[in-house]
Each structure stands twice: as C-alpha cells, then as structure tokens.
C-alpha cells in the first residue's frame, strides 16, 4: 500500500497508469490511446480515429466501448494508488449510449460524480475490503457528447 501522504505528483500517477495500460493492456496500443491528463479526479484522453474506425468510416463502437472502459478503470486506479491503496479494479456492468457517429479524433473522458461518492468508497472500502464506484465516461467531438458510458467498477483490497 502506498502512503496517501505519497510526494507523487499527479503527473508521476499519471505516467505510472500509462506505463500499465501501455504494458498489460496491449489493445491500447493498436488503439493508440494517449492519456492526456488527471487532475482533481478527471482524466482525459485521445485516440486518433484512424486505427478505430469502421467500415462506414466512423468511430467503431468496440474501440470505443474499449476507450471508455479503459478510462473509467485507469480512473479508479488513479483514486485509489493515489490515496494509498493498492486494490484490483474490474468493471462490474455498463450501459453504453450511442448518441451519433462520430467522424473524428476521439476525445475521452471521465471524472468522478462528486467528493460525497469518493468518500462513501473509500470508507466502503475500508470497512469491507471492496467497494463499487458509478462513473459516466464520454467521448466527444467538438460539438459534444457522441458517446457515453453508465458505469460501475469494483475495487478489491
């Protein structure tokens, strides 16, 4: 377990969320996912539409699918090193929403619903060695939201 108290930056969390999706997530490679940025419990990313695309030249919904769960996991891994402990996340279920395609770059994001939900996890947590989190990943495009994923992850102690 890492100390909460931890002098690691945002970035070095970052770089570290990186380094395991880039090592043991080898999809996120073909799909060529940069993971922009994490600050107070949002992360962004990219992935060029290119290796994501489908026959009808849109975003492929699996790479998407795939995009998001990514980024809801990388997200809760984030929250829980950061605040000092070393869990195994899995995603437990999601409903995923295709407003429209999407011709472009893929733009992703998450962040976590709001401070009373992080606490409820945490002490969940800490009272039962597991604890659920509902996050709403999106990807967007410059007008808006083209796709949007409801869904629950599971840390484990």
Request: with cysteine.
């Amino acid at each position: 377990m890492n100390s909460p108290n931890s002098p690691r930056s945002n970035q070095q969390w970052l770089q570290s969320l990186r380094d395991i999706i880039d090592t043991q997530i080898p999809l996120s490679r073909a799909m060529q996912l940069e993971i922009l940025e994490f600050k107070h419990g949002y992360l962004r990313a990219r992935a060029p539409l290119a290796p994501n695309i489908n026959d009808k030249g849109t975003a492929f919904g699996g790479s998407q699918a795939a995009l998001m769960t990514l980024l809801g996991w990388g997200l809760v891994w984030l929250e829980t090193r950061k605040n000092g402990y070393d869990c195994d996340i899995v995603i437990h279920k999601g409903e995923l929403i295709w407003h429209r395609a999407l011709k472009g770059e893929l733009l992703i994001s998450c962040s976590i619903p709001d401070k009373e939900a992080l606490d409820i996890f945490f002490k969940t947590l800490n009272r039962r060695g597991k604890a659920s989190l509902s996050l709403r990943p999106i990807i967007s495009d410059e007008t808006g939201v083209t796709t949007e994923f409801n869904c629950r992850y599971v840390a484990l102690k």
